[in-house]
């Protein structure tokens, strides 16, 4: 007999727990579907959307002017790799510096020379030139 009632109370605690938890949940996604809950999401969704793709457009229009002045100064003979021995002279207050194609900031930059043949071709390029 006492078997069944400890059963029968284990039982009716736990239908009554997962009950209260059941509505507790429901509560908590009705009031979450709310019309105004959900044009909040959907506006910030839709902002950080648009920071997303406006920040991918800034992006890439910058490595197109880098490739850009890259190329420029390459037609013009302004272009000295690090594997080409050349002496290179000081760095001059406007001039540019890109790495494999991307831009350097001042004072970032620590160019040292290779002794040995390297065994891969360098890809890094140095230009001169101030930016437009």
Known sequence: MIKRLVWFVS???A???GALFA????????TGLGPVKVIHRAASSTRSRVTTLTDAWSAGKEAMHDKENELKARRDGRVETLSSH???DPIQPGDEVLVDGHRVEPGRVIVLRQVDEPTQ???SRLTRHPRP
């Open 11 to 13: 039982g009716a605690v």
């Open 15 to 17: 239908g009554i727990s």
């Open 23 to 30: 509505g507790k949940k429901v509560r908590r996604t009705v």
């Open 86 to 88: 050349s002496h290179l």
């Open 121 to 123: 071709p360098r890809r």
